[in-house]
């Protein structure tokens, strides 16, 4: 699809941007002006309120989401000889940072319904080396945290959650980034909140986990020239921190936004569930943050998912597929020893799931644009069918 083309994109950033360019680019300047570029004031700012925004003591910023994660374990002191529980459906950077960390992925299969974590899947797959899981929070919704720490608790593992998708989602009362030791989020710039660029960051009330984080991201000093461990250059750039600062007195509205939106994409794709269209459900009502609105086409619609999504395209509409690979098919990961059919649900899913357009901004008549779209597709079949 050229870009002329495109009616509805899939995501729609100056929506975000425009209201508050003055602001931004403001921000932007008095970094330069100040010169402070690394582990600037913006830095300790945006970490002290974005982690009181999430209700968690201590955030501490990095480089990006993967890193919250692979140096987040090793804060975490999880790493060589552990194994950790993972779903197989998730974006490839939570396998890739359990990698870093040294631990040993053991990938889970998913809930068919709302494609997270299958804990009684999980629960066949502990053993004596089992020290962690990571719940990932995908498509914006939490894994329930009441049956996380149940399973925790039952097995003795510490939760280590991937919020890359999840900022400020709740659930049974439970924030983000309070159910588990610490919790990972990513500001790559189409998250729920992003950045100009790459960033991220590692939420948690631990202060030793904390401390060991602070050491990490700046190459293992405890204060500087003095190295207590083995850390990288994984810094939060003080230019994104303070376009984060920024943005983030909006991201409860634009959650918002994008929880009404699913609201209403829920009730006008009602009438497709006889065609086999169905949204992946939503467990968490308002605590459902949507960074995307995900279907799924049953293998009994009249149309492939390809060919559904082609013809959106060619009605201007822009939709993706979040993930069609699951990690454990993944070429970079055969020596994992998986194969496929192992994870039915995840496989399935992979096949069937298309994201659909979903940013806050995303008007009311656009989402009906959407659904007509697709039923419109779904009517010719059926007359091709009556012929
Ligand atoms: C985006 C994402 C990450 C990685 O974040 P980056 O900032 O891109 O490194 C990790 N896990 C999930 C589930 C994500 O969606």
């Known amino acids: 699809m050229n870009k002329s083309s495109i009616k509805i994109p899939f995501v729609n950033l100056n929506l975000q941007h425009q209201p508050i360019q003055i602001q931004l680019e403001q921000a932007i300047q008095a970094v330069v002006s100040q010169g402070n570029f690394i582990l600037g004031q913006a830095v300790a700012d945006f970490e002290r309120e974005f982690a009181a925004a999430s209700g968690a003591k201590y955030g501490i910023g990095v480089a990006s989401g993967t890193d919250a994660i692979a140096l ?48 009684a899947a999980a629960a066949k797959l502990v053993t004596p080396k ?50 588990g030791i610490a919790a990972a989020f990513s500001f790559y710039p189409s998250k729920n909140l992003g950045g100009f660029g790459d960033g991220g960051m590692l939420l948690t009330r631990d202060p030793d986990v904390a401390q060991k984080m602070v050491r990490l991201r700046n190459y293992g000093a405890a204060q500087k020239y003095f190295h207590v461990e083995v850390g990288t250059n994984s810094r939060l750039d003080t230019l994104q921190a303070a376009v984060l600062l920024e943005k983030l007195p909006y991201l409860a509205k634009w959650n918002c ?17 006889s065609f086999g269209i169905t949204p992946i459900e939503n467990h968490s009502d308002v605590g459902h943050v949507y960074h995307l609105y995900v279907i799924k086409i049953d293998d009994s619609c009249t149309f492939a998912r390809q060919q559904i999504q082609d013809k959106l395209a060619e009605l201007g509409i822009q939709t993706g597929i979040h993930y069609p690979i699951p990690c454990h098919l993944q070429p970079a990961f055969t020596h994992l020893g998986y194969q496929p059919g192992d994870f039915p649900q995840a496989e399935a899913l992979a096949k069937q799931i298309l994201s659909l357009p979903m940013y806050p901004g995303l008007s009311s008549s656009e989402i009906t644009e959407v659904v007509s779209a697709i039923a419109s597709i779904l009517s010719n079949s059926q007359q091709l069918l009556c012929l």
């Open 257 to 273: 936004d994008r929880n009404h939106i699913a609201q209403q994409y829920d009730r006008e794709l009602l009438p497709l569930a």
């Open 130 to 179: 089992t020290k962690a899981i990571i719940p990932v929070h995908l498509y914006g919704q939490m894994v329930s945290p009441i049956k996380l720490l149940d399973f925790a608790q039952t097995y003795n593992l510490l939760i280590f959650e991937d919020a890359a998708q999840a900022h400020l989602a709740a659930r049974e009362g439970y924030f983000v980034g309070s159910v």
């Open 72 to 119: 987040g374990l090793q804060a975490c002191n999880i790493g060589s000889g552990d194994e950790v529980l993972l779903p197989v459906n998730t974006f490839v950077a939570t396998l890739i940072g359990v990698l870093q960390a040294g631990a040993k992925p053991i990938f889970v299969d998913c809930d068919r319904q709302t494609a997270l974590i299958d804990l």
